[in-house]
Structures are given as C-alpha cells and as structure tokens.
C-alpha cells in the first residue's frame, strides 16, 4: 500500500515519489516539462480559477477555502477513486507550485483522498 505524500514542484523528483502528479490550474513557472518528472498534470482537480484567485494565498481565508474547494474536490468523485487506487499499489506525490507549504490546494487535496470513500 502506497502513501500520498505532497512536495512543491520545485524540489527535485525522488524514486520514493512514486507516482508524480501536478495538482497546479497553471504550468509552474521557471519549470521544465521534463525537469519535473510528472506521470500527469490532472487539470480536474485543482481549484477553479474563481477559488484560486479569490483565496490568493491570504491565510485568513484558508478555512473558507478549503471547504469550498472540499466540496468542489467532492464533485469529482470518479477523479478521486482513480488517485486512491493508484496510491493502493504505489506512492502518489502530489505537486503544487505554491510558496506556502501548510495552506494550499495539495493540503487538502491530500486530506481530501486519504479519507475512505
């Protein structure tokens, strides 16, 4: 059984990776394609542009948006059940291009998935 793990794009790809997703709305700047290693950029599960560009990284606002986002994750529940079963056989790293490594999308993304459905 495999683990979900989170790490900024940024950081240099591991074998203990695993299985290497994107969870950006938007390619990460100053990143190659190849540098970052990646077995999909899933462009279903980030947060709408509205969300992201309301939540813009302001921590006050971190509690509201992860509920929004939750129940827009939620929305997607075959997306979901597809990365939990990946992570039954392999590690899955999610990759996020934010500066803040406690509050962002693949936070919650990871809570999100490592809950059983």
């Known amino acids: 059984m495999g683990r979900i793990n989170i790490k900024r794009v940024y950081e240099l790809p591991a074998k203990t990776d695993g299985y290497r997703v994107l ?3 938007l390619w990460p700047r100053g990143i190659k394609k ?5 077995d999909e950029w899933n462009k279903l599960l980030p947060p709408s542009s509205e969300l992201r560009k309301w939540f813009n ?5 971190f509690n509201d948006f992860k509920k929004a986002y939750t129940k827009e994750l939620l ?4 997306e979901l059940q597809r990365l939990r079963a990946i992570a039954k056989r392999q ?3 999610l990759l996020y ?3 803040d490594t406690q509050m962002n999308q693949a936070v919650v993304l990871q809570q999100v998935l ?3 459905r």
Request: charged share 30%.
């Open 23 to 25: 969870v950006d709305r």
């Open 97 to 99: 291009s934010a500066k």
């Open 34 to 38: 190849e540098a970052a290693a990646l």
């Open 57 to 61: 990284h302001i921590p006050e606002r």
């Open 91 to 93: 590690n899955v790293t």
């Open 75 to 78: 929305s997607h529940p075959e």
């Open 114 to 116: 490592s809950k059983p």
